[in-house]
């Protein structure tokens, strides 16, 4: 290759990489914005909050109801008024959602923009956790994941390592509660579809003390499918009132049969 050819490829190379920094540091440096939505109710704490935010990826919607002292700077008379131009902040763990928009009449909506917290990433990562992307941090921020919700799920399970499990744990209604009654049954390190898949189906806490009562010890699997086929601990106990000692596989035949 001559040597000016080569001095031009050398050249594109070099104008290739710097377009692709500038892009890179272009990305980083524009800041996720989505739009949000609040709504008064009966409930004299708490309001309905919303918010939604596009992506390469697709949109995300979240509808929470939320206590009125968490939107830091909004207040009812806002609200409740004819019309008010707003600005507040909704200040989670994983970072902040910058709000402006406009307010009348016990609703209103407008724009976001997420400012996301090093600090938690950092956290998440020293706890074994993978390290969030800016976006993940925001679903975490709509999600309300704390750090005190982190750490009990790494004391109960060893197996949530993503910043997507304690996302999708937390969007399915899985809560402290239910994480820490089910590892006192002795399920513990649950993974997250485990968890989810058990929430999901209606499998509940007592309907677990009742099966390990009735001397069972169904895994996950087993618990979800008890619950799919209406398998009841009442049903369960009439059958042993009966004399039959059946089997987990035998209780679900015998309802699939119709047998109550």
Request: hydrophobic letters at 40%; charged letters at 20%.
């Amino acid at each position: 290759m001559k040597p000016f050819s080569r001095l031009r490829l050398s050249a594109a190379l070099i104008t290739a990489a710097l377009m692709l920094f500038i892009n890179a540091v272009a990305a980083a440096d524009t800041p996720l914005t989505g739009t949000w939505s609040v709504a008064l109710s009966d409930d004299p704490v708490n309001v309905q909050f919303g918010a939604r935010y596009d992506s390469d990826h697709g949109h995300s919607d979240w509808s929470r109801d939320v206590p009125m002292s968490s939107l830091v700077g909004l207040t009812r008379d806002q609200l409740q008024s004819s019309g008010a131009n707003v600005h507040f902040d909704l200040v989670r763990d994983a970072g902040t959602l910058h709000c402006m928009g406009y307010a009348s009449h016990g609703a209103g909506g407008g724009t976001f923009t997420f400012s996301p917290s090093t600090s938690f990433s950092d956290a998440l990562a020293s706890r074994g956790i993978s390290r969030p992307d800016d976006t993940q941090l925001l679903r975490m921020a709509m999600a309300n994941v704390t750090l005190a919700f982190v750490d009990m799920l790494r004391r109960n399970s060893n197996e949530i390592t993503t910043t997507d499990d304690i996302i999708r744990v937390l969007n399915h209604g899985v809560d402290e509660r239910y994480v820490t009654g089910l590892a006192g049954l002795g399920y513990r390190n649950l993974s997250a579809s485990d968890l989810v898949r058990l929430r999901d189906h209606g499998v509940t806490i007592d309907f677990v003390q009742g099966m390990l009562a009735a001397g069972y010890r169904p895994m996950p699997q087993e618990l979800v499918r008890l619950r799919d086929h209406g398998v009841t601990v009442d049903f369960v106990k009439r059958v042993h009132d009966r004399g039959y000692n059946a089997t987990i596989e035998q209780l679900i035949r015998m309802r699939d049969a119709g047998i109550s």
